[in-house]
């Protein structure tokens, strides 16, 4: 059984990419956030399917560098409301 944060395949085997339920998951957010941001080009993800409807694929080491590089910008990660 693989949890989130362990590869699947062995130490040789390239990464696999995941759907956008096992991104959810890694990310603790929804599918549709997920696809929202894929679609925004906010997230790293990879599509494919040339038609209208999409079928997005991602890779956890990818969403977790750019997760990684959010924090060590200078810009915070979410927006504040005004008077906090």
């Not at 693989?2 to 696999?16: C, K, M, R």
């Not at 599918?31 to 999409?54: D, E, N």
């Not at 956890?60 to 750019?66: G, N, P, Q, T």
Request: aromatic share 6%.
């Amino acid at each position: 059984m693989n949890t989130l944060s362990q590869p699947i395949g062995g130490p040789d085997s390239p990464e696999p990419y995941v759907d956008p339920d096992r991104a959810a998951a890694f990310l603790n957010t929804n599918r549709l956030q997920v696809i929202r941001m894929a679609r925004s080009g906010v997230l790293p993800a990879h599509p494919f399917g040339g038609r209208k409807r999409r079928q997005w694929r991602f890779k956890l080491s990818e969403l977790d560098k750019h997760m990684q590089e959010g924090l060590n910008s200078g810009h915070p990660p979410v927006r504040q409301r005004k008077g906090e």
